[in-house]
């Protein structure tokens, strides 16, 4: 019978059932062991694979939980076998529609940290990755990540206590509860429905649900499953840094970004250090200067692969927590119209690294932008990743400030 009636389930309601059911089961044991391994050269490509299977049978989730309701919607729900127990009864439909929510909310959430995010294990599907008008953001990411985290605990919560439910009507009481969803087979008594009404429990679980979203959104937010990805201040003061010795007019760094572009899998991720210093002296006249800047590099934020970013095998934030950039500011006179060709000190290493931007003066205010192209290997970072399609051997660095001529030579901070 594929139908449901008052005393049993019918075959595609317990089709639903036991697939969701394994492919759910199966996601968690996935998600806890992506957590669990390190990320390293050796298990990058692993997690790659674990994790889009992970994201792949969370989709599946989604499109079966959202059948499965429209089909519980159209279909008697069958008779409690124990309509007498009113708490035991409520607590069961009360379980029931929290895991209704769980199938909804915990695939969704994650789909929307996976398209907030980017360049890491793609959905194995050929129908896109990204929701509609879920934009690529950091804060999105980590909020989504919040829901997607509680979603596990309450799903851990709910199927332990449904799994512990049905043991003890089979095991204990023999009274055909979960025959009736293992082989369609009748229990319970016709018309003997439970006294509490049929609004409650779903109103319960939607006040549940709403009670998880609500701490993930204004909460404290707990890591992201795959990795670590908090939002970092704009800008904060490092450590001055050093003065150049010149005698050219000093400039104070009022506002500025810091960021970093590195391929992974493929696609693009962006990061930004929200921690750094520069002391800039220049002298328009002649388009001649320094600058010297220090950055804090523990204050880098690398979307989905922080942690791993700032781990040994590239930033070494533990051991080298800062790194330097000096050099001579020239004028060039044509596309970017400035350089420094400087030396920058990262991870112990000194590498000559030239910094191309274009300086725009109004008066007294200086802006500028500039970009950088480095190389890994150079710095001896992610050694482990010979292959480029993996963690690309190019870095690219954006900069943008705006400066103040200072009435004597300073430091700005940035």
């Known amino acids: 019978m594929l139908a449901n009636t008052d005393t049993r389930y019918g075959l595609i309601a317990r089709l639903f059932h036991w697939v969701i059911a394994l492919l759910i089961l ?21 997690l790659k694979t674990l994790y889009s299977v992970h994201k792949t049978i969370g989709v599946s989730v989604l499109f079966l939980a959202v059948l499965r309701i429209l089909w519980a919607l159209t279909q008697p729900r069958p008779v409690p076998v124990h309509p007498a127990r009113r708490a035991e009864t409520l607590l069961a439909e009360v379980i029931h529609w929290a895991l209704y929510g769980a199938i909804i909310v915990m695939p969704l959430s994650g789909w929307v940290l996976h398209s907030a995010e980017s360049g890491f294990a793609p959905i194995l599907w050929p129908f896109g990755q990204n929701l509609p008008f879920v934009v690529k953001s950091e804060t999105l990411a980590q909020t989504a990540g919040a829901v997607h985290g509680l979603s596990a605990l309450v799903i851990y919560l709910t199927v332990g206590l449904h799994i512990a439910g049905a043991l003890k009507h089979a095991v204990f009481e023999r009274d055909g509860v979960l025959a009736r969803m293992l082989q369609g087979r009748d229990a319970g008594t016709p018309g003997q429905r439970a006294t509490t009404p049929h609004a409650v ?3 319960v679980a939607i006040v549940l649900w709403a009670g998880v ?26 450590a001055t840094a050093a003065v150049p010795t010149s005698d050219l007019p000093a400039w104070t760094v009022q506002e500025g970004s810091l960021g970093i572009t590195v391929m992974q899998m493929g696609a693009g991720v962006e990061g930004r250090f929200a921690t750094w210093s520069a002391a800039i002296a220049y002298d328009p006249g002649a388009g001649t200067g320094e600058v010297s800047v220090t950055i804090d590099t523990t204050s880098l934020t690398l979307g989905s692969v922080t942690a791993q970013a700032q781990g040994p095998e590239f930033f070494n934030t533990a051991t080298y927590a800062s790194a330097t ?48 192209t480095l190389d890994r290997r150079d710095f001896g970072m992610g050694a482990g990743y010979a292959d480029e399609s993996t963690v690309g051997y190019s870095v690219t660095v954006d900069v943008s400030l705006t400066a103040t001529r200072a009435p004597e030579r300073g430091v700005s901070a940035q």
């Open 26 to 46: 199966t996601d968690l044991a996935l998600g806890l062991i992506g957590e669990n391994t390190p990320r390293t050269a050796d298990t990058a490509e692993f």
């Open 201 to 203: 429990p779903p109103l």
């Open 213 to 238: 979203i609500g701490f993930a959104v204004f909460g404290p937010k707990p890591p992201m499953p795959e990795a670590e990805a908090a939002q970092m201040p704009t800008s904060a003061p490092v």
């Open 325 to 372: 950039f000096a050099g001579p500011i020239t004028r060039t006179g044509a596309g970017p119209d400035h350089q420094v060709a400087g030396m920058l000190t990262l991870v112990g290493q000194t590498v000559p690294v030239t910094l191309d931007f274009t300086l725009d003066l109004a008066g007294d205010t200086a802006t500028m932008a500039g970009q950088a």
